[in-house]
Antibody, heavy 122, light 107 residues
Framework: QVQLVQSGAEVKKPGASVKVSCKAS????????INWVRQATGQGLEWMGW????????GYAQKFQGRVTMTRNTSISTAYMELSSLRSEDTAVYYC???????????????WGQGTMVTVSS | VIWMTQSPSLLSASTGDRVIISCRMS??????LAWYQQKPGKAPELLIY???TLQSGVPSRFSGSGSGTDFTLTISCLQSEDFATYYC?????????FGQGTKVEIK
C-alpha cells in the first residue's frame, strides 16, 4: 500500500543538526511532491517546506530559511529533512507528507509519515 | 501569508450530536481548503479536500462546505471514533497554512 515510513526518534543537543528520513513505497516516488510539517507537543501544525523528488527543487518557510535543507535519494525512494542549529524550541514531532495530486505543487496532503520525535535538550 | 481563524478551539459534544467547525481566511482562497483529523499520538489524516470533496474511505457523516473566506466542517452524527482534533489548511498560496485546531471532546 501507499505509505511513508520515517526514521526513529532523535535526541540532540542545542546547536547540533538532525536529519530525518522519509521512505516512500507503493507509488512512484518522483511523481508527487513531499512536504514537511512539524508539531510541538500540544500545539498545532506548522509547515516547514516542500521538495520535488524528481527535480530536487525545494521551497522553505521563511522561518526556517538558512537552517533547513530538504534532499532526496531517488534510488531508494527516500526524502530527507535536515535542520541545523537546533534549539529547545525545535523539540517537536516532524512529519513528511505527500501532496494528493500527481505533479502538483500545492495541494492537500493525502499520505503522512508516522512522525519522528526530535528532542533538543542539553 | 494567509491567516486562518478556526473556531471553536474546544467543542464538547455527545455521541449522535451534529457538530460544526468553522474556518475563516484572511483573504479569499476559492475552494483550496482541506480538513484533517488527528488523534493523539497519530499523524493527521485527510478528510476533505477542495473544500467539499470527501477523501476516499472517509465516512459520509463528514461534509465540508464554503468558498472564498468562510468554510465549515460538519459531522452529522458524532461517533465515538470522531473524538479527535480537527485542522483546516489552505493550499491556495505559499506558504500553506493550518488553522489552530478544534478539539472535539466527550461532553
Amino acid at each position: 500500500q501507499v505509505q511513508l515510513v520515517q526514521s526513529g526518534a532523535e535526541v540532540k543537543k542545542p546547536g547540533a543538526s538532525v536529519k530525518v528520513s522519509c521512505k516512500a513505497s507503493g507509488y512512484t516516488f518522483t511523481s508527487y511532491d513531499i512536504n514537511w510539517v512539524r508539531q510541538a507537543t500540544g500545539q498545532g501544525l506548522e509547515w516547514m517546506g516542500w521538495m520535488n523528488p524528481n527535480s530536487g527543487n525545494t521551497g522553505y518557510a521563511q522561518k526556517f530559511q538558512g537552517r533547513v535543507t530538504m534532499t532526496r535519494n531517488t534510488s531508494i525512494s527516500t526524502a530527507y529533512m535536515e535542520l541545523s542549529s537546533l534549539r529547545s524550541e525545535d523539540t517537536a514531532v516532524y512529519y513528511c507528507a505527500r501532496v494528493r495530486r500527481y505533479s502538483s505543487l500545492l495541494d492537500a496532503f493525502d499520505i503522512w509519515g508516522q512522525g519522528t520525535m526530535v528532542t533538543v535538550s542539553s | 501569508v494567509i491567516w486562518m481563524t478556526q473556531s471553536p478551539s474546544l467543542l464538547s459534544a455527545s455521541t449522535g450530536d451534529r457538530v460544526i467547525i468553522s474556518c475563516r481566511m484572511s483573504q479569499g482562497i476559492s475552494s483550496y481548503l482541506a480538513w484533517y483529523q488527528q488523534k493523539p499520538g497519530k499523524a493527521p489524516e485527510l478528510l476533505i479536500y477542495a473544500a467539499s470533496t470527501l477523501q476516499s474511505g472517509v465516512p459520509s457523516r463528514f461534509s465540508g462546505s464554503g468558498s472564498g473566506t468562510d468554510f465549515t466542517l460538519t459531522i452529522s452524527c458524532l461517533q465515538s471514533e470522531d473524538f479527535a482534533t480537527y485542522y483546516c489548511q489552505q493550499y491556495y498560496s505559499f506558504p500553506p497554512t493550518f488553522g489552530q485546531g478544534t478539539k472535539v471532546e466527550i461532553k
